[in-house]
């Protein structure tokens, strides 16, 4: 990979790479299609009252977070799965070494990545119907410019944000975080300056005519480019 193609800055290096692969979880139209409804060990729906609720298909994981191909050099893989209804919870991969899956909680789960050399800087979880948004706001204000911010919603990750918060979202690239609603799905990659663009984004509106009410499982896969220690 020529680094010397893009401009200075790293965001909008990171910003100029190709965006990453998005998947749509398959749709459950007739939760009689499985045998039995909820069977757990597949991972393809879990029962929920008397409806299922669809999880991303298992896959063979040949290459890292599970992914159909490896990444060019210079790059992470990840991987982020939104949690099913208020059932199951989301997950955060990143080159097979870390994941919210152990620290996961309703609302956003959110995970701050070293964006030179891919390490885990923290990741945590914050209730955003029942908890407070100071919480939120304190973990996101001090971010600088190349600190990559992974998002996975669980149950409702909309009640408790405010104007400031939705603000300093896109400041990491969100589109969706204006809008972001009760009970909507969402899964996100950002960074410091990269300003409402991107690319690394997926959302879906709660529908209260699916689902009982919630909204499908998202799934987001991909390579992000790694920043230099120089730019």
């Known amino acids: 990979m020529d680094r010397s193609q893009y401009p200075p800055g790293w ?44 999880c991303p298909e298992p896959r063979a994981s040949t290459y890292k977070c599970g992914l159909p191909q490896p990444c060019p050099e210079q790059h992470l893989a990840f991987r982020i799965v939104s949690g099913a209804a208020n059932v199951i919870g989301p997950k955060i991969c990143l080159e097979d070494k870390i994941s919210v899956k152990g620290n996961m909680g309703r609302g956003l789960n959110i995970a701050l990545v070293n964006g030179v050399s891919g ?18 706001l304190k973990f996101i204000r001090p971010l600088h410019e190349g600190t990559l911010v992974f998002v996975a919603s669980y149950d409702d990750p909309a009640t408790k944000m405010n104007e400031e918060t939705r603000k300093l979202f896109g400041e990491l690239g969100s589109r969706n975080a204006k809008e972001l609603a ?11 300056s990269v300003q409402n663009k991107s690319p690394f984004k997926q959302h879906v509106t709660n529908s209260k005519h699916k689902y009982e009410g919630w909204p499908e499982v998202l799934e987001m896969e991909g390579c992000i480019p790694q920043r230099s220690s120089a730019s």
């Open 11 to 54: 965001a909008w290096q990171w910003l100029s790479s190709n965006p990453a692969t998005l998947h749509q979880p398959r749709e459950l139209d007739d939760p009689s299609d499985l045998s039995p409804c909820g069977l757990t060990s597949d991972l393809r729906a879990r029962p929920m009252g008397n409806t299922c609720y669809p």
């Open 119 to 136: 390490e885990l800087i923290e990741a945590r979880a914050f209730d955003m119907w029942a908890g407070d948004v100071n919480d939120l």
């Open 182 to 192: 009760f009970r909507d799905s969402w899964v996100f990659v950002g960074a410091k």
